[in-house]
Nanobody, 125 residues
Framework: QVQLVESGGGLVQAGGSLRLSCAAS????????MGWFRQAPGKEREFVAA????????YYSDPVKGRFSISRDNAKITVYLQMNSLKPEDTAVYYC??????????????????WGQGTQVTVSS
């Protein structure tokens, strides 16, 4: 089992940047593929980005492709989401998630077994 704690959210102006971190507990972090999701007010939670266990493979949703970058440091048992060129529509609670079972990268919530509590990102226009 792994516990996930997100940090790094906050208020930023449009065009600005933020880096989210997701710190994991446990010594088997490298056994988990990781994902970031977000949920805006009144909307369903949506996939943002995912990274493989080794960090060699990443995948992004179309709205964030070219602006966001997911990475991981297995030694620090942390996954990151670098968010650049932020837009007001990026405003949401951002969640990290971990998958132990699958063999690829998941884009659906049901793919992941463990979730963090979320961190708020607000982008002002």
């Amino acid at each position: 089992q792994v516990q996930l704690v997100e940090s790094g959210g906050g208020l930023v102006q449009a065009g600005g940047s933020l880096r989210l971190s997701c710190a994991a507990s446990g010594r088997t972090f490298s056994s988990y593929s990781m994902g970031w999701f977000r949920q805006a007010p009144g909307k369903e939670r949506e996939f943002v980005a995912a990274i493989s266990r080794s960090g060699m493979t990443t995948y992004y949703s179309d709205p964030v492709k070219g602006r966001f970058s997911i990475s991981r440091d297995n030694a620090k048992i942390t996954v990151y989401l670098q968010m650049n060129s932020l837009k007001p529509e990026d405003t949401a609670v951002y969640y990290c998630a971990a998958d132990y079972i699958g063999s690829g990268l998941g884009t659906s919530e049901s793919y992941y077994q463990y979730w963090g509590q979320g961190t708020q990102v607000t982008v002002s226009s």
